[in-house]
């Protein structure tokens, strides 16, 4: 079988690498086949019930080992009465001694990771003819099993260690040494392309790696600028450093600061990625000078750090390269120890120009950066998943994992129970929606609304956008979102200040998003919408100009930021604010206005500190009375999607109220909707804040810099806004006498 990238993938009968005989094996295909997901090799599952132990003939040295999984659920190909619902499955693999993955859930992974399917990826050295991968359903969970839906060896050589004269890699932060050689077992965690677009595994230098863009992983706005080689730049590896390292593909695209040397002495360029605590990382970031005119040394040198610990002083590529010249790659390896303190922790690797060194350009760049786990002193290359009952998924507690004809009814509960779940949040949400209404004659005192003459704003020439922005100074970059980048600009002789949005062209958001905000911001005209000014077209460009929000998004000011926390009676009076806003577009604007994309970085914030709901993109326009729901395509951002929307494709106004339900949640607790950083159960803030309402612990994930500014009582009455559905506006507005 071929996989759409190429490879030829041979098939499993059960049998073909067992090591003796074993049984308790079932293959088996998905229940339902989500298009979005490759047929090969998900299509097709492996199931254990006991311990299985595949044994693959192999020459001894390094091998990449990766596992493919597609967690859903599954029917089995001979016995369709035989079905394996995923959320029971928790396993163990390993090599060996050493342990891959310990009581895993491919389910919970998934989730975290908000993907259908995933690769996990191990490196490990063998000795001998023979690798024996093994399979162990979890003894701690009743009725377990494990699965695997393909599984990739590939041989190569010793690529942690080095052949030139770093031999081992820098410790960072630590005094001690510790030694790669061949007996370190390795998980890759992130390979980013830096620059550039993602690398699919056919487009690696042979290992069959793939390279994620990196532009996710960038800290905040300060992203740089991306550039690829010079066409006449070669890149040509030196002797010390094979091909296989990274290809030149990655080598030849790179992200540095920008131009302009003061504003590169003013931030650090950062890249964040997420790990487990306990482990030390290897991080391998790789470096090549691809274009002119850093030709020579001590034209760029820069500072390296990691967790805000100096790893290196003054680097500079082409001296490092022994002065080579440009388009010869290089890569430094780190050590980094994250202890135990927590379940998971950031990585950062930022860099900063180094002026002591005098160099012609304050600047810095780097062309991939790669993090790999090291395995512990037992072995072990994961953290075991332990979920308390009330933490475990729904469907964990069936206590049957094949179920045959007399079962069938067990399953149906089964695949009913989780829906029901669901439907009964969203029913809440309705309920929010429906006292939302009854409030409308209230609210209509407080509205300031007026009708908008059927103009779209004052068309400005590109030439006096360049002005207003200074020829789109990175010095200027207020934020980055979807459609693109957002600058700080003067009009009218700098007498006025706006807020200008140009489209990336390379932007999923394009020219339908973009008449639709100036259709929409057109006839709308609120205290609590956001007003555009004007807007640009001319030589393909799409710019929009709206008028400058002094203090930014409400994100800017909830989490992962220097400004100060904002107090609970802030806090109040822009969710009041937004509500207004969105409560506007569902009912005071002819016909409604669904806004399909409401979260915390569309909620901006004026000099006064007044919510102005923005980014109207992806907006459509609500039914008519003579229809539920408008059918279309599911757009917004994961985290504040509604299920029910997600799943049926209906769009109603109650998207926008259980989107808005998350927005409270997240001002009242203090942390993004999605945070992959935290325990799999506690990723998504809905989902968390749900289970801690019902468990009576919503005191507990107050955002600590609120608690000596609220009750628990008054905790509790915000997240009743979406849990319990009733008091929408009127605990809002009136906050125990606050």
């Not at 460009?541 to 802030?570: C, S």
């Not at 769009?651 to 989107?659: P, Q, R």
Request: hydrophobic residues 40%; contains cysteine; charged residues 20%.
């Amino acid at each position: 079988m071929s996989s759409p990238g190429g490879l030829t993938w041979e098939g499993d009968d059960g049998s073909s690498y067992s090591l003796g005989i074993q049984n308790g094996t079932l293959s088996a295909m998905p229940s339902v086949q989500d298009p979005s997901v490759p047929t090969v090799p998900y299509m097709t599952a492996q199931f254990f019930e006991t311990q299985y132990t595949y044994s693959f003939p192999v020459t001894p040295g390094r091998k990449f080992v990766r596992l493919h999984f597609y967690p859903t659920d599954y029917t089995s190909s001979t016995d369709h009465n035989i079905n394996f619902t995923i959320p029971i499955s928790f396993f163990t693999v390993s090599v060996g001694s050493y342990i891959f993955l310990d009581n895993f859930s491919a389910l919970l992974n998934a989730q975290a990771m908000n993907k259908n399917y995933f690769i996990k990826e191990f490196s490990v050295n063998i000795s001998s003819n023979t690798l024996n991968l093994t399979f162990t359903p979890s003894s701690a969970k009743k009725n377990a099993f494990a699965f695997v839906n393909g599984i990739e060896i590939v041989s190569t050589s010793q690529i942690f260690i080095r052949r030139d004269s770093f031999s081992q890699p820098i410790m960072v932060g630590m005094t001690s040494t510790l030694t790669i050689d061949e007996h370190t077992a390795f998980e890759t965690v992130k390979r980013l392309n830096v620059g550039g677009q993602t690398v699919s595994a056919t487009d690696d230098s042979g290992l069959y790696r793939e390279w994620e863009d990196d532009s996710v992983y960038i800290y905040e706005a300060a992203v740089g600028v991306t550039y690829p080689k010079d066409p006449d730049v070669t890149i040509m590896y030196p002797v010390t450093i094979p091909e296989y390292i990274a290809p030149s593909v990655v080598y030849g695209t790179a992200r540095s600061m920008g131009p302009h040397p003061l504003v590169n002495l003013n931030y650090n360029l950062t890249w964040i990625v997420t790990v487990d605590t306990g482990f030390h990382y290897l991080v391998r970031l790789h470096f090549c000078e691809i274009a002119y005119p850093v030709t020579q040394s001590n034209m760029r040198v820069f500072d390296i750090f990691i967790n805000n610990m100096t790893a290196q002083e003054g680097f500079d590529v082409i001296a490092y390269a022994n002065g080579t010249g440009i388009g010869v790659p290089v890569y430094l390896d780190f050590i980094v120890y994250l202890p135990s303190t927590n379940w998971s922790q950031d990585i950062w690797v930022a860099l900063h120009p180094n002026i002591s060194r005098k160099p012609v350009y304050n600047d810095a760049e780097l062309n991939g950066l790669e993090i790999f786990k090291l395995n512990d002193s037992s072995g072990k290359l994961a953290r075991p998943i332990f979920l308390s009952k009330q933490q475990q998924p729904r469907q964990a507690n069936i206590p049957i994992t094949k179920i045959k004809n007399k079962h069938v009814q067990h399953f149906l509960a089964i695949k009913i129970g989780l829906p029901c779940v669901v439907l009964l949040f969203l029913l809440l949400a309705f309920i929010a929606l429906k006292r939302w209404r009854q409030e409308k004659v209230i609210l209509q005192s407080y509205d300031s609304s007026v009708p908008l003459p059927s103009n779209r704003g004052h068309l400005f020439s590109f030439s006096e956008i360049k002005t207003a922005t200074r020829d789109f100074s990175e010095s200027l970059v207020i934020g980055v979102g979807g459609f693109g980048k957002v600058y700080r600009g003067e009009i009218d002789g700098g007498l006025t200040c706006v807020a200008v949005k140009r489209g990336n062209r390379l932007s999923n958001q394009g020219v339908h998003e973009f008449r639709t905000e100036i259709d929409m911001l057109s006839k709308l005209r609120h205290r609590h919408l956001v007003s555009l000014v004007g807007y640009c077209d001319e030589k393909d460009e799409m710019i929009l100009v709206y008028d400058f929000m002094a203090n930014g998004t409400l994100r800017d000011h909830l989490y992962k930021t220097q400004n100060p926390p904002l107090t609970w009676k802030q806090r109040l009076e822009i969710c009041i604010g937004a509500a207004r806003g969105f409560h506007y577009l569902h009912t005071g604007a002819k016909p409604g206005i669904i806004h399909r994309d409401v979260k915390t970085t569309n909620i901006l914030l004026d000099d006064k500190w007044v919510a102005k709901v923005s980014d109207f993109g992806l907006s459509k326009v609500a039914p008519e009375l003579d229809c539920t729901h408008v059918s279309t395509a599911v757009k917004g951002s994961f985290g504040y999607l509604d299920p029910e929307y997600f799943w049926k494709q209906k769009l109603t106004e109650k998207s926008d109220v259980y989107s808005f339900g998350v927005v409270l949640f997240e001002v009242l607790c203090g942390r993004p909707a999605l945070d992959r950083s935290l325990p799999e159960e506690q990723v998504s803030l809905a989902n968390w804040a749900l289970h801690c309402k019902q468990n009576g612990m919503i005191d507990q994930i107050i955002d600590p810099n609120l608690k000596d500014d609220i009750t628990r009582y008054e905790g509790m009455a915000m997240s009743s806004i979406v849990v319990n559905g009733d008091s929408v506006f009127s605990d809002l507005r009136n906050p125990k006498g606050r």
